[in-house]
């Protein structure tokens, strides 16, 4: 009995096995199920941009068609072989899967035919992409599909094998206790020798069922039929550890990001409904925080992949810091996160929140990498769904981003409305250079001592044919944000030098260069062919650049050898609101300025606030020292003036001077502005 006994617990400890490797089979074939969807989304995106590149009339290199092409196949090759692998480990392969892989080899397929169609018929992409959508759609639903059938086998399996467990420690119990009963017969000088190691085991047996045994198996070292026992039932303890173990694997790779350890968006969606639930009967306000990185795709190019999940598992690590041990933080995916919070005082509660959020990534860091991030929040009202106030809170996270980034909004309706006015800004803007919209102004800019005007700024404007005209500050943003900063530009810079060649060869054009229009490597060459067309000398050129555009991150090297190469071909190259920005000088030390734009503000207040009199004073300074021309932008009073001349500023521009105008007449050797 005691050898049939320690059958049953290798048997028992053999079937456990096999079903902790089917489990961990089926897990192994959801992680690469998730694996191969981030892959297909990102192929989705890389995808998207580059045809909407071509839709907007960009030219996308081959090398950039190629290595898409390349990457769908590599993407296609992988889900054939990831099929063909767990169908040779794993059980007959379910038609769910079966559909994943069919489904992928068509997505693969139409993607190769929308990049063919995008490369040699741009005007046909609009009839290819249905198909493409539809390829898109169909793989995503059936990997959905695949993803619950997976789920539902991994907790199938851990069920059967609790119950076959749950009966397999009854038999080998019943099984102890009734050779305990026949040794107890046989003389109680046995008992001291057999009945007590055995009555123990059992003990351990009913532990091993309720998942509470921490204690050793006794006997364990005896060389008798009771050790043989003992080392059974030490092996099935080991073999019921390792599937409660599996079990739990199970359960968190189900629910949770592999990367961070936050919960996942199913988990986060599956919480934000039953919390919506349960506060209409608690009266608690929930609140959804959605979370995106600042320039993710800056740190992954400079620091590669690897940098790029380290700032992930920071950022992870930082919420989960700051919310409260019943809020919940999910990553929903790329730099994304999201938070659930649940408060009665509200919204007292987000405030908090927000502010510990901010300051803890305000906090130094030995990683070298900071972290900044732009956050979006909304609060529950009745009857809204989990998909409602999310969406609400990545509205509130664009606005925050369209506010500079690196800080929070709140929903509010108002943002509603505003989305909706730059929506219909962004589609009208679209049409806004062929319908003649668009014009440019030119504001003098004047020697400080004799108030001869030297150069003109050319200023975009926009006249909206129904809302009127558009203030920069709220058009140009939406033109970076839209992709439509390329074409502008290009006829800002194509009008100002039109302008320009009809100007006395004296006087200057200085012209905005957008941080986006960096990103274009021919941007040089294109200035050179317009001033080259106009006729426009180019030593009468001044570029204005912000210092946004200098500190872009992973592209520095190129925006810097892009100004040099202007420069080298004889462009002055102008820093705009100097002092602004958070490394002013060090801009000035990686690249030669030929001139130096001191901001607005701080000539408004230099005559009533003495920190903006200093900075004024130093950056003229400065100015001096390093041979640079100083130009201070809205000088609009006399006083002004004469402080900014007794201090040996080089040239001036505002009101005082003159304010945009978009026409003028040739007088002798100057020009003057005649109207608007």
């Not at 050779?179 to 123990?200: H, N, S």
């Not at 490597?521 to 001033?531: H, P």
């Not at 020292?625 to 004469?642: D, M, N, R, W």
Request: some cysteine; proline content about 3%.
């Amino acid at each position: 009995m005691a050898l049939a006994l320690l059958a049953i617990g290798l048997s028992v400890g053999n079937k456990i096995h096999h079903a902790d490797l089917r489990i961990a089979l089926l897990s192994e074939e959801l992680g690469q199920e998730d694996r191969l969807d981030q892959e297909q989304r990102q192929l989705r995106q890389d995808l998207g941009r580059l045809t909407r590149a071509v839709e907007r009339g960009l030219t996308v290199p081959d090398a950039r068609w190629e290595d898409l092409h390349n990457r769908i196949a590599g993407f296609d090759r992988r889900s054939s072989q990831a099929h063909r692998l767990f169908n040779g480990r794993s059980e007959p392969r379910s038609a769910p899967m079966e559909a994943v892989r069919q489904a992928s080899a068509a997505f693969a397929k139409a993607s190769d035919q929308l990049i063919e169609t995008s490369r040699l018929r741009p005007s046909g992409i609009g009839a290819a992409m249905p198909r493409f959508l539809g390829a898109l759609t169909a793989l995503e639903t059936r990997r959905s599909q695949a993803r619950q059938e997976l789920t539902s086998a991994i907790w199938r399996a851990a069920d059967k094998n609790r119950r076959e467990s749950r009966r397999d420690i009854m038999s080998v119990l019943l099984g102890g206790l009734g050779i305990v009963a026949i040794i107890f017969g046989m003389a109680i000088w046995l008992g001291r020798r057999l009945v007590l190691p055995i009555t123990v085991m059992a003990a351990r047996l009913r532990e091993f069922r309720v998942g509470e045994s921490d204690g050793d198996v006794p006997g364990v070292e005896r060389a008798d039929e009771l050790g043989d026992l003992a080392r059974g039932l030490y092996e099935y303890r080991n073999a019921v550890e390792s599937r409660r173990t599996a079990e739990r694997r199970a359960e968190f790779l189900a629910n949770h990001d592999m990367l961070t350890g936050l919960a996942n968006r199913l988990l986060f969606e599956s919480r934000l409904a039953h919390e919506l639930a349960r506060s209409a009967r608690t009266g608690d306000v929930v609140a959804v925080f959605a979370v995106d990185l600042d320039a993710f795709k800056a740190i992954n190019d400079r620091f590669g992949h690897a940098g790029g999940d380290r700032v992930l598992k920071r950022t992870a690590h930082l919420l989960s810091s700051c919310v409260r041990g019943d809020d919940l933080v999910a990553r929903i995916g790329g730099d994304e996160f999201a938070v659930i919070q649940v408060a009665r005082s509200q919204p007292a509660a987000i405030e908090a929140l927000i502010s510990r959020i901010f300051k803890m990534a305000s906090a130094p860091s030995d990683e070298g990498v900071a972290i900044r991030m732009s956050v979006g929040v909304a609060l529950s009202e009745p009857g809204q769904t989990g998909d409602q106030l999310h969406e609400l809170a990545d509205l509130a996270l664009y606005r925050a981003k369209a506010d500079g980034r690196n800080t929070a909004r709140v929903y509010n309706k108002n943002l509603k409305d505003e989305e909706t006015q730059r929506v219909r800004l962004a589609r009208d803007l679209e049409a806004a250079i062929p319908a003649n919209e668009l014009r440019l102004v030119f504001q003098p800019i004047a020697d400080t001592i004799s108030l001869k005007i030297v150069a003109y700024e050319a200023l975009l404007r926009w006249r909206h044919p129904s809302l009127g005209d558009i203030p920069p500050d709220i058009f140009v943003p939406i033109a970076e944000s839209s992709g439509l900063i390329g074409a502008i530009g290009s006829w800002v810079i194509d009008e100002a030098l039109r302008a320009a060649s009809a100007w006395d060869p004296k006087v200057s054009l200085a012209m905005n260069l957008s941080p986006i229009q960096f990103r274009s490597v021919g941007l040089a060459a294109e200035i050179c062919d317009a001033a080259l067309r106009w006729d426009v000398d180019f030593e009468r050129l001044e570029l204005e650049v912000t210092e946004s555009a200098t500190l872009m991150g992973f592209q520095r090297d190129n925006v810097l050898a892009t100004l040099e190469k202007l420069r080298k071909l004889g462009a002055k190259v102008v820093m705009d609101d100097f002092g602004t920005g958070h490394s002013s000088l060090g801009n000035l030390k990686e690249f030669t300025f030929d001139k130096i734009k001191i901001d607005r503000s701080f000539v408004a207040t230099m005559n009533s606030h003495a920190s903006s009199s200093s900075i004024v004073r130093a950056t003229i300074g400065l100015g001096k020292s390093l041979g640079l021309i100083i130009v201070a932008e809205g000088v609009e009073t006399e006083e002004q003036l004469s402080v900014l001349r007794r201090w040996g500023c080089d040239q001036v521009q505002g009101f005082l001077i003159g304010k945009p105008m978009d026409r003028f007449d040739l007088v002798g050797n100057g020009m003057v502005l005649v109207g608007p």
